[in-house]
């Protein structure tokens, strides 16, 4: 039986826009039986690095902020810091990037903050009790809020496979410990030709791990001690600490989808997904740059169930054909794996199946287009 995915395609008319086909949506997945009168509603997004234009465009969040107002809640547009240095690493800048990208109050119609807060500190522990992780740590006004809509340009990722909405709730709503915690085992570590010994890391660091090297005069971080807060990857002046990107992808597949299991707790009921099919680029919106699309854009879908909701969408990119000029090169076939044919050592499939057995959703869906 499964789930049902909704789907809008992209033919519209001027009583049927495409602002009008995401207002269906929501009412498709009944978004009345999850936001209510005074809910504050977190509408999880991700605004795009410096230099990508391939994020969500902001007038298609407009209609969303209407539908909540519309049933008396409290709408906010939100999304948290990322882990490495670049232009969304602390509120300020998160926010300015926001701001140059068109996300703003004239535009959406509701606020925009940074969920976990200046430095991106403000996390809570949420229990899970699952395989690798027994609490994760998630952006503190996600764990606040009383219902959340994930909004998600579905596209192609460099460590997944692909990135919808699973991603957006597993990685997007992880404070930075929790996005360390995903992607590494082990500390961050010190550029040694970088660092100048200012000690400021020191400073920063809560679980007193670093010292400067009495030889050296450079920073040494103790890998007992560290407890993978991230904070010193970003205090750093000189851009000298870095991340070990060394979790294994199926491992790393495995953690984000713990993530995502923690990030909805205690209001499964009460999410709702949108993936935007558009604009297929074959990586993340955290690049600086976004190549040219691997399908033409194929619509916009929606569930209730994120699981069945990536589901469905990786299934249509598949079965398109592939766009030429594009890097699948001659690989064009409707029918052709696109996310393999770009990564070929990642198994896509695994985020999904894991997802599944911890409960996220179900594999098997109903697509229904209105
Ligand atoms: S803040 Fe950076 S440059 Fe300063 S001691 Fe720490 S690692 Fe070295
Ligand atoms: S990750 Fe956090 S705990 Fe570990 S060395 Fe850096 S600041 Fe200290």
Known sequence: MGATVYMADLRTTHKHNLFAKIERLLEAMGLENGVESGFLTAIKLHFGEEGNASFIRPIFVRPVVEAVRKLEGRPFVTDTNTLYVGSRSDAPSHLETAMRHGFNFPVLGAPVLIADGLKGRSVRSVAVGLK????????????????????????????????????????????????????????????RKRCVGCGHCLEWCPAGAIHIDAESGRAVIDNQVCVGCGECIVVCPQKAVNIRWNESVPVFQE????????????????????????????????????????????????????????????????????????????????????????????????????????????????????
């Open 132 to 191: 690798h992780f027994q609490e994760v740590k998630i952006a503190a006004e996600i764990c606040s809020a009383d219902a959340m809509i994930v909004l998600t340009h579905f596209k192609g990722h460099e460590l997944t496979g692909f990135g919808g909405a699973l991603k957006n709730l597993g990685m997007g709503c992880a404070g930075r410990e929790g996005k360390l915690a995903q992607h590494s085992n082990i500390s961050p570590k010190v550029v």
């Open 255 to 370: 953690k984000m989808m713990e993530y995502a299991y923690g990030a909805c707790r205690g209001k499964r009921e009460r999410c709702f997904f949108i993936n935007f099919v558009l604009q297929v680029s074959p990586a993340c919106d955290c690049y600086g740059h976004n190549d040219m699309p691997v399908v033409a854009d194929l619509g916009i879908l929606a569930a209730t169930d994120p699981v069945a909701l990536d589901q469905a969408c990786c299934d249509l990119v598949v079965a398109a054909p592939g766009m030429p000029g594009s890097v699948l090169g001659d690989r064009l076939a409707p029918g052709v794996d696109k996310f393999a044919a770009v990564y070929p050592e990642i198994e896509w499939r695994s985020q999904l199946a894991y997802a599944e057995e911890i409960g996220l959703g179900s594999r098997e869906y109903q697509l229904e287009k209105l």
